[in-house]
């Protein structure tokens, strides 16, 4: 039985016509030749070949080809097709046994990626730790400081450890980016330059900032 005869006619209006058309049609690639051989007919300009639903859609310009001929040149294609062997499917032996080492091969990667985000995570937290510790015990040599002004010996705390977490979070891009573009990233100096004068002018105690601007 020719694949011409299992192509079953569902729809046809002026310019626009619907077939439905047998599994072999709705492989990959004979679905593409198929779908460009009806494109390169004179008059089609638009071809959808719906390959779950086993349809295919035909519209084209009246003025210069009826459906008739249509339905022909369809036909001698499919013939065409057929003789050059374009309407058997290929076979996906080749791709099935490449299927598990393509996994595989993902699956490693995968956990290379992973390895590798957790190892550099697990840096970031060792380094900030470490940093943290050393801002405790700075902190924690000055006693005095928390014993005259509590409050003030958190909030200098606090700070440490927000421009710890800043420099932190910003680093690699102040080393690759900011020092060599100044200019276009002169706003973010400024924040930064900014931030260090809050750092420095909150230990400088208040009477040596009265003094100067007196």
Not at 99 to 115: G, I, V
Not at 120 to 149: C, H, N, R, S
Not at 182 to 206: D, G
Request: glycine share 2%; charged share 25%; with cysteine.
């Amino acid at each position: 039985m020719s694949i011409q005869k299992e192509i079953v006619l569902r729809y046809q209006v002026e310019g626009h016509v619907r077939f439905q058309i047998p599994a072999q049609l709705c492989d990959a690639g004979v679905a593409k030749a198929v779908s460009d051989g009806i494109s390169a007919i004179d008059g089609v300009y638009r071809v959808n070949l719906y390959r779950s639903q086993q349809k295919l859609s035909i519209r084209y310009q009246e003025s210069v080809t009826d459906f008739k001929t249509l339905a022909k040149q369809l036909f001698a294609l499919l013939n065409t097709l057929d003789t050059q062997g374009s309407l058997q499917p290929k076979p996906k032996e080749v791709s099935s046994r490449l299927a598990p080492l393509k996994a595989k091969a993902s699956a490693k990667m995968d956990d290379f990626r992973l390895t590798r985000w957790a190892k550099a995570k697990y840096v970031e937290t060792k380094e900030t730790v470490q940093a943290a510790k050393i801002i405790t015990k700075l902190g924690m040599k000055k006693p005095t400081a928390f014993i005259k002004d509590p409050e003030k010996a958190i909030i200098d705390f606090c700070n440490d450890i927000l421009v710890l977490f800043m420099i932190r979070l910003h680093w690699p891009a102040i080393t690759q980016q900011w020092i060599l573009r100044p200019l276009q990233y002169r706003y973010e100096w400024l924040a930064l330059i900014y931030m260090v004068f809050l750092l420095v002018r909150s230990r400088t105690p208040k009477n040596k900032r009265v003094s100067k601007s007196a």
